[in-house]
């Protein structure tokens, strides 16, 4: 399966910033090797707080899904709180990946919105 990662951070200390980042990745990487899966790219957006709202890399994202679904069947995230904190990009991407058949698969929850995963 063809797929991209989204990782988020909302430290401000920029040494935890890089762990968390490193530690994300690692999860993916490990759960794209057992699965034999490919991920094609990883959005990262660091150190988005309350106060940075700018999710750069989750909007490129959006974007690139738009523009090149065919080459994308799923996104990876470690954790469904790491998509957005706000209710409408939830809504926005969850409407994106269904329209398209893209699944959302989210590994500390252990499943797949569209079918069923087994962490």
């Known amino acids: 399966m063809n797929t991209v990662a989204y990782i988020r951070t909302s430290n401000i200390d920029e040494t935890e910033d890089v762990v968390l980042i490193k530690t994300q990745k690692s999860i993916i990487d490990e759960w794209a090797y ?3 899966n490919i991920i094609g790219k990883y959005y990262i957006d660091s150190r988005h707080t309350i106060h940075n709202k700018q999710r ?3 909007e490129k994202m ?3 899904i738009n523009d090149n679904h065919k080459n994308i069947e799923g ?3 470690t954790d469904f709180y790491r998509l957005a ?3 409408t990009d939830i809504v926005r991407l969850l409407t994106l990946t269904q329209n ?3 699944q959302i ?3 500390s929850e252990s499943f797949i919105i569209k079918s069923v995963y087994t962490h």
């Open 34 to 36: 057992s699965n034999n």
């Open 100 to 102: 398209l058949d893209i």
């Open 56 to 58: 750069i890399q989750f």
């Open 85 to 87: 904190r706000k209710p």
């Open 105 to 107: 698969i989210v590994l």
């Open 62 to 64: 959006i974007k690139d």
């Open 75 to 77: 996104i990876v995230v």
